[in-house]
């Protein structure tokens, strides 16, 4: 087997890895809020094309309901996203965000898809 073939599977399916950072209910009912700083992290071949729904994107990165941003809890910072199969960045449902210093080249669909209020992009 060549090192490549896992590549190889993931591009014929358009199928690759995702993070998802999102608000989750235990079994105690206890609602848990993720939060993520990522600073100058690579992510290639990430996403899964064809789901868009924004209730479950499935974009190399999304940050899901997790309300409004505080004390700098969650950022995306000089960070790069290339040879995707989706959007390279996705919020939907927070506040607050920074997305600043990101490169974003040959992705599916939109580079970075933004909801919500209160964002910094630079």
Known sequence: TSPDAEVDTADAESYGCRVLVSTYINDFNIQLTGSAQLYGVEMKGCGQEGFVETFDPRYSLVFLNTGLVTDNSSYVTDCSFHNGYNTGIGVFGAT???LQNNVVHNTVGPSI???GSSHTLK
């Open 96 to 98: 607050s965000m920074t």
């Open 113 to 115: 898809y933004v909801t």
